[in-house]
């Protein structure tokens, strides 16, 4: 079988080398196994960053083992019990002609009547669900919010414009060039489109939504979401999905390295502000004062003499001179 093995971790973009295509004997097959012949590799952004040893969320490729990568393949034989050959099977597998699997990372594939293996594995194999879960449970979109998506045109990007103004938002894309961005908008609905690469983003997005962006769903980072992120809304939520402008960025300077830990460890990051809370105030006093009633709570305050040295005690925040709470005493307590 012909198959990709990862010769050394690239710098930059992946260049001539970085994999070498091997001509070896397909293993053979173990009790419980079976041998797939791969009919489609997906090629996904998230193949550079199993290359590097950038921060991820799987272990990276080892340098000499075989590349990773999504696949949809035949059964063309088998010794594992309820799986029969000229079965379809998608999952995680390799760049490889064919490969011999247990079936884990595996499940099988029933075709819906009259759609081709390359649309349901294009589409359901890794970006269609991801942008459903993406926009639907991270982005919240509700109708007349507008939402923008980059990377508009690729695999994830078509799917949660769709989606969007399947919800009622008003969708504007940001995409590479006057003729992905035609398509977004007259084949596939979005309501307009942004070339980042001839455009100021910044000032188009003002123009198109001078009320600012609702939802970002996020893929590129770097410059782009700058732009974006700048515009966000009262309580708009970011689905961040990709910060691909960063992955061959060896350096990471086009994506600082906080943004790839939030990406990479799921963080939940949600700015607040304690007055949105103003309804359940009572609460937390109640709770508070209970554990304060039990002893589990101790506080410190920090509480100077002197309405006239109000300016002084003010810079002490600034400077670590306060020890706990800081008032003022301005009128004997
Ligand atoms: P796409 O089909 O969208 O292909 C990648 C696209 O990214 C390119 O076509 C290009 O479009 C755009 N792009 C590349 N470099 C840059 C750059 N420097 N600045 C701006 N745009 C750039 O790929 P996918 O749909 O598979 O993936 C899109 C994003 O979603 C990626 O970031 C990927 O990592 C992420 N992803 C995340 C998943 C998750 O589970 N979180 C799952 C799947 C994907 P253009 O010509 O418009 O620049």
């Known amino acids: 079988r012909q198959i990709w093995r990862l010769a050394r971790r690239p710098v ?3 260049t001539e080398g970085d994999l070498v295509l091997r001509t070896e004997p397909i293993p053979d097959l173990a009790e419980g196994q079976f041998l797939l012949q791969v009919i489609y590799l997906s090629l ?3 193949n550079r960053i199993w290359m590097s040893d950038m921060e991820q969320y799987m272990p990276p490729v080892a340098i000499g083992e075989p590349m990773r990568g999504l ?4 059964v063309v034989r088998s010794r594992k019990a ?6 379809i099977f998608s999952g995680f597998g390799l760049w490889a002609d064919h490969l011999v699997t247990g079936g884990q990372n595996f499940s099988r594939m029933d075709l819906p009547p009259g759609v081709p293996l390359s649309v349901a594995f294009g589409v359901f194999g890794l970006v269609g669900p991801t942008a459903y879960f993406g926009l639907l449970d991270i982005g919240q979109p509700k109708a007349g919010e507008t939402l923008v998506v980059s990377a508009a045109a690729g695999g994830v990007g078509q799917v949660v414009g769709q989606l969007g103004k399947i919800k009622g938002c008003r969708v504007i894309g940001i995409a590479g060039g006057p003729e992905k961005c035609r398509f977004i908008v007259d084949e596939l609905g979005f309501d307009a489109a942004i070339d980042y690469r001839r455009e100021d983003v ?3 997005l003002d123009a198109l939504a001078p009320e600012g962006v609702d939802i970002n769903f996020e893929q590129v980072g770097g410059p782009v979401m700058e732009a974006v992120m700048g515009r966000m809304r009262l309580f708009g939520r970011v689905a961040l999905c990709g910060l691909i402008s960063g992955y061959n960025d060896t350096q990471a300077q086009t994506v ?4 790839t830990r939030l990406l990479m460890r799921r963080l939940t990051v949600r700015g607040f502000i304690v007055t949105d809370f103003a309804d359940r105030w009572g609460e937390a006093v109640s709770a508070l004062g209970g554990w304060m009633a039990e002893g589990r709570i101790r506080t410190r305050q920090d509480v100077r003499p002197g309405l006239e040295r109000a300016v002084a005690h003010l810079d002490s925040l600034y400077t670590g001179g306060n020890f706990g709470k800081l008032l003022v005493e301005v009128s004997p307590d």
């Open 71 to 74: 696949v949809a393949g035949r």
């Open 12 to 14: 930059g973009s992946v």
């Open 82 to 87: 309820g799986v029969a050959e000229g079965e």
């Open 256 to 259: 600082p390295a906080p943004w």
């Open 202 to 204: 910044g000032a188009r």
């Open 44 to 46: 996904d952004p998230t």
